[in-house]
T-cell receptor
């Protein structure tokens, strides 16, 4: 897995966009960026993944820089239910490489 | 609701007890996983099964014994555990063992006295 670096914690006001950064300067050409989140006392939940193009789904958007050394997960309108630990993971897709969870970013959405 | 269920949700056991954790997935996936999450630590992958065959065993002590009777069910048999084994045990599944989009169950909170 590529080494990823995330801030340990962030706050976001309810209703505003939450922008969670991730650095992955050693990511290789065939490694995807995956994002998961874990709400307190629950199992992790897959959010989104991408290789080099920006991706969007019903939960979030993923913006990957052109050099692929960093990315940002965007929750467009954060709610209190988005309070969770967010994990950025660099790993291959379609070929076996286990998903390795780091410490992640604790996002606190504030009313 | 992720389609992955785990029972029991909470378990307290003594060091001499034998207990089992159960996981069931209703997603038609072929791969299932056991993870351990200790307090203040990242998730640790313990076992990976694909179509009832074990494909990964991450140096887990033998007091943890997995069983996968079919692709929908996964068990973790526990015996002579230690207090440091107290943790949240998470089950997950994915379409194939190389698929990194995993669906997690709610976990079993295990306390070893």
């Amino acid at each position: 897995d590529a080494k990823t670096t995330q801030p340990p914690s962030m706050d976001c006001a309810e209703g505003r966009a939450a922008n969670l950064p991730c650095n992955h300067s050693t990511i290789s050409g065939n490694e995807y960026v995956y994002w998961y989140r874990q709400i307190h006392s629950q199992g992790p939940q897959y959010i989104i993944h991408g290789l080099k193009n920006n991706e969007t789904n019903e939960m979030a958007s993923l913006i990957i820089t052109e050099d692929r050394k960093s990315s940002t997960l965007i929750l467009p309108h954060a709610t209190l239910r988005d309070t969770a630990v967010y994990y950025c993971i660099g790993t291959t897709a379609g070929g076996y490489q286990k998903v390795t969870f780091g410490i992640g970013t604790k996002l606190q959405v504030i009313p | 609701e992720t389609g992955v269920t785990q029972t029991p949700r909470h378990l307290v056991m003594g060091m001499t007890n034998k207990k089992s954790l159960k996981c069931e997935q209703h997603l038609g996936h072929n791969a299932m996983y056991w993870y351990k999450q200790s307090a203040k630590k990242p998730l640790e992958l313990m076992f990976v099964y694909s179509l009832e065959e074990r494909v990964e065993n991450n140096s887990v002590p033998s007091r943890f014994s997995p069983e996968c009777p079919n692709s929908s069910h996964l068990f973790l048999h526990l015996h002579t555990l230690q207090p440091e084994d107290s943790a949240l045990y998470l089950c997950a599944s994915s379409q194939e063992w190389w698929d990194n989009e995993q669906f997690f169950g709610p976990g079993t909170r295990l306390t070893v006295l």
